[in-house]
């Protein structure tokens, strides 16, 4: 039995027919399998206010950026291509009657098909620093990949990559020894040990 809301077009048009044919409600919820208050509340508001159709995709959240908004955003952004969110969020709360934030600028953008061209900051290593160091850890089990996971994401300005199958990770750090990343790695009980500096 599925809720009336659930009902496809065509399964609301089976009920409205029956209906019409004179099959009764229990005859009715009988040959399409739903519930006889389902076939009762299709057939009443198809009856008092011509509905056939479900409503679902109106549900949610209404949307603080309406059809006419989106279009005085997307100015915003043709007029200048290089501005950023805030810029955009200021230009438009300037005139608009409803205030929206920054990340509702952002959804909207997206919804319309503007994405952001943001470049991924990464830290630069320095020639003397940009070794790697791997080390042997005994992981045996996705927990034990987490545990490694959890004291060497507490250390400052290091990159890593932890292969639970060789049971190796490889960490890349400006600030700490091979030493001192041994014993982060001994803090989760696990055997380790260091193999080589690529």
Known sequence: MGKSSDLTEFERGKIIGARLAGASISETANLVGFSRATVSRVYREWYKRGKTSSERG???????????????????????????????????????????????????????????????????????????????????CEGCSGAVNRVLSRLEGVQYEIDLPNKKVVIQSENHTADQLLETLKKTGKEARHLCTK
Not at 66 to 72: H, M, V, Y
Not at 104 to 121: D, I, Q
Not at 124 to 139: A, P, T, W, Y
Request: aromatic share 8%; with cysteine.
């Open 58 to 140: 109106a549900c949610g959240r209404k949307q603080l950026v309406d059809e006419s908004g989106q279009k005085r955003m997307s100015q915003i952004v043709e007029s200048n291509s290089r501005c950023t969110v805030e810029q955009i969020t200021a230009e438009y709360n300037a005139g608009a009657s409803i205030l929206v934030s920054e990340r509702t600028t952002r959804r909207c953008l997206a919804r319309m098909g503007y994405y952001c061209r943001r470049p991924v900051r990464m830290q630069l290593f320095s020639e003397i620093n940009r070794k790697k160091e791997e080390f042997f850890v005994d992981m045996t």
